[in-house]
């Protein structure tokens, strides 16, 4: 299994915490699957299986996750990062995302893509990690949703 694990102090409480980024097991799919409301239970628990879920932990208490699937059977797609409201804005999704784009490497992937929508403030995150917009399409009854690309 492989986890990256960081101590880090939160330096307004002077408190000291754990961070740590792992691959789901079958026993994450309850937690994942109260919040993640767009995938049927039968892929999520395939995407664990094959190991296309991170987690990432606080102390050994859940934060969010990242999902990833095959675009074209042949490029990473980051199909979904999400963290619990209150664990928001602490870098965690930054520390995972790099975590994901080194574990691609490893699997000798060249470029890594994603999608968000146009009314949605992660464009700009994904824009800051080194994403370039590559173009979208217009989802029937939704924003216009961009497509993202990084280069390892």
Do not use: A, G
């Given at each position: 299994?492989?986890?990256?694990?960081?101590?880090?102090?939160?330096?307004?409480?002077?408190?000291?915490?754990?961070?740590?980024?792992r691959f789901a097991e079958i026993e994450d799919l309850k937690i994942i699957s109260?919040?993640?409301?767009?995938?049927?239970?039968?892929?999520?628990k395939n995407l664990i299986g094959l190991g296309r879920v991170l987690i990432l932990e606080e102390n050994n208490d859940f934060c969010g996750w990242l999902r990833y699937n095959l675009f074209w059977d042949n490029t990473p797609f980051m199909n979904m990062l999400y963290f619990l409201e209150s664990k928001r804005g602490k870098g965690y999704g930054k520390k995972l995302v790099e975590f994901w784009e080194i574990e691609m490497r490893k699997l000798e992937y060249e470029v890594v893509m994603t999608s968000t929508a146009s009314n949605e403030y992660s464009q700009h995150f994904y824009l800051k990690l080194g994403y370039k917009t590559v173009g979208g399409f217009m989802p029937e009854g939704e924003p216009y949703e961009i497509i993202l690309l990084k280069h390892l």
């Open positions: 299994m492989v986890s990256l694990e960081e101590r880090q102090v939160n330096k307004q409480e002077r408190k000291w915490f754990l961070m740590r980024i109260l919040y993640d409301k767009h995938i049927k239970m039968n892929e999520l």
